[in-house]
């Protein structure tokens, strides 16, 4: 036989639910938090640019050192450099009828800005026949 549970035993229970609610949505958000915290940011990138069209790209690192030298590694022409980026898009643009002229690139935060830029500085620079060549964002780009 079950007895009934008196006024003062309901209102104890209730509070011991709510504390054990309480306890696991704490233990929840914890779990969260720890979680984003160990789970490194990969915000970084770079673009190599070489000569005759020679490129590199790297995206989603999390250190910009490691983004550059990935770029680097990747651009087999000769006098590579790299532009990195952070929360935002990396453009190459070069001259189709002159691979080893007019060039240009452009670093901005939407990758539409980037592809527009770096095909206006291609023409800047001589270009006839300018065409992206490479391009890349990284995780918030």
């Known amino acids: ?10 209102i104890l229970l209730e509070r011991t639910v709510v504390r054990l609610r ?3 949505i704490f233990a929840l958000f914890s779990t969260f938090a720890v979680h984003l915290a160990a789970t490194p940011s ?3 990138g770079a673009l190599a640019i070489g000569k005759c069209g020679a490129y590199g790209q790297a995206f989603d690192y999390p250190a910009e050192q490691g983004a550059r030298a990935a770029a680097l590694k990747q651009c087999k022409g000769g006098g590579c450099s790299a532009v990195t980026m952070k929360r935002a898009c990396a453009a190459l643009s070069l001259d189709m009828a002159k691979p080893c002229g007019a060039h240009g690139y ?16 291609c023409y800047a620079f001589g270009g006839k026949e300018c065409v992206i060549r490479a391009w890349a964002c990284d995780a918030r780009g």
């Not at 036989?1 to 309901?10: A, D, F, L």
């Not at 452009?106 to 500085?121: F, H, M, Q």
């Open 22 to 24: 309480t306890l696991f």
């Open 42 to 44: 990969l915000a970084a």
């Open 1 to 10: 036989m079950v007895r009934p549970i008196t006024s003062g035993e309901g």
């Open 106 to 121: 452009a670093v901005a935060p939407r990758i539409s800005t980037a592809l527009n830029e770096a095909t206006r500085k």
